[in-house]
C-alpha cells in the first residue's frame, strides 16, 4: 500500500542547533515529493518540489534531498521564526492527487 | 491580489444542518481542490476539480458535495453534518497544465465544529 511517514512527530531544538526531518515514503511510481510549511491557524505555504533520486533544493536555511525512499528536509542554523509545521506529500505518476504525510511539528527555542 | 479566499473561518453547526463552505481564488487556475485536516491523519483529499464543469471524488467524499460553475469558484457543500465533519477545511489551488505541478496555494482554512 503506497504510504508516507514522517519522523519524528515533534522536534525541539535551540537557536542555530541544526537538524533533519525525515519523509519516508513507498509508492510504486513517484511522480513528485512536496514539501510544506504550516503554521498554526493558516493554510500549507509550498516550499519545495523534488523530482527524481539525488535532486536537491534549497531555500535560506532550509535543503530539502531526495532519494529513492525518502526525503530529508535539513534545517541549518535554525531560528525561531522557523518553527512551524512541516509537511511533505507525494503526488504517483497515476493521477494527480497528493498523498500528504502526517508532519513534522518543529519549535526552535531562542 | 488575495489569492486562495475561504469563508467562513470558524462554523459552528447542529448535526443534521447542511452549509456551504466558499472558496475562490483570482488567479485563473483551473485546478481546485478541498481538503480536511484533523490531528493524527493529515490532510486529506475530499473533492478535487480540474476546470469548470469537472469534478471528481478524492479519498474521503462521503457527506459532501462540490459543483464548479466557474472557474474562480469551488463550494462544498456539507448535505446533513455529522460530529465526524468536525475538521478544519483547506481550499487549495494550482495553475499550468504541467503534470508535475502541486497545489502551490491554500487558503487560511474552516475550522467547523459539528455538535
Known amino acids: 500500500e503506497d504510504q508516507v511517514t514522517q519522523s519524528p512527530e515533534a522536534l525541539r531544538l535551540q537557536e542555530g542547533e541544526s537538524s533533519s526531518l525525515n519523509c519516508s515514503y513507498t509508492?510504486?511510481?513517484?511522480?513528485?515529493l512536496f514539501w510544506y510549511r504550516q503554521d498554526p491557524g493558516k493554510g500549507p505555504e509550498f516550499l519545495f518540489t523534488l523530482y527524481s533520486a539525488g535532486e536537491e533544493k534549497e531555500k535560506e536555511r532550509l535543503k530539502a534531498t531526495l532519494t529513492k525512499k525518502e526525503s530529508f528536509l535539513h534545517i541549518t542554523a535554525p531560528k525561531p521564526e522557523d518553527s512551524a509545521t512541516y509537511l511533505c506529500?507525494?503526488?504517483?505518476?497515476?493521477?494527480?492527487?497528493?498523498?500528504f504525510g502526517e508532519g513534522t511539528q518543529l519549535t526552535v527555542n531562542p | 491580489n488575495a489569492g486562495v479566499t475561504q469563508t467562513p473561518k470558524f462554523q459552528v453547526l447542529k448535526t443534521g444542518q447542511s452549509m456551504t463552505l466558499q472558496c475562490a481564488q483570482d488567479?485563473?487556475?483551473?485546478?481546485m481542490s478541498w481538503y480536511r485536516q484533523d490531528p493524527g491523519m493529515g490532510l486529506r483529499l475530499i473533492h478535487y476539480s480540474v476546470g469548470a464543469g469537472i469534478t471528481d471524488q478524492g479519498e474521503v467524499p462521503n457527506g459532501y458535495n462540490v459543483s464548479r460553475s466557474t472557474t474562480e469558484d469551488f463550494p462544498l457543500r456539507l448535505l446533513s453534518a455529522a460530529p465526524s465533519q468536525t475538521s478544519v477545511y483547506f481550499c487549495a489551488s494550482r495553475g499550468g497544465q504541467g503534470t508535475l505541478n502541486t497545489e502551490a496555494f491554500f487558503g487560511q482554512g474552516t475550522r467547523l465544529t459539528v455538535v
Open positions: 488567479m485563473n487556475h483551473e485546478y
Open positions: 506529500a507525494y503526488k504517483e505518476t497515476s493521477g494527480s492527487r497528493l498523498t
Open positions: 509508492v510504486s511510481g513517484l511522480r513528485g
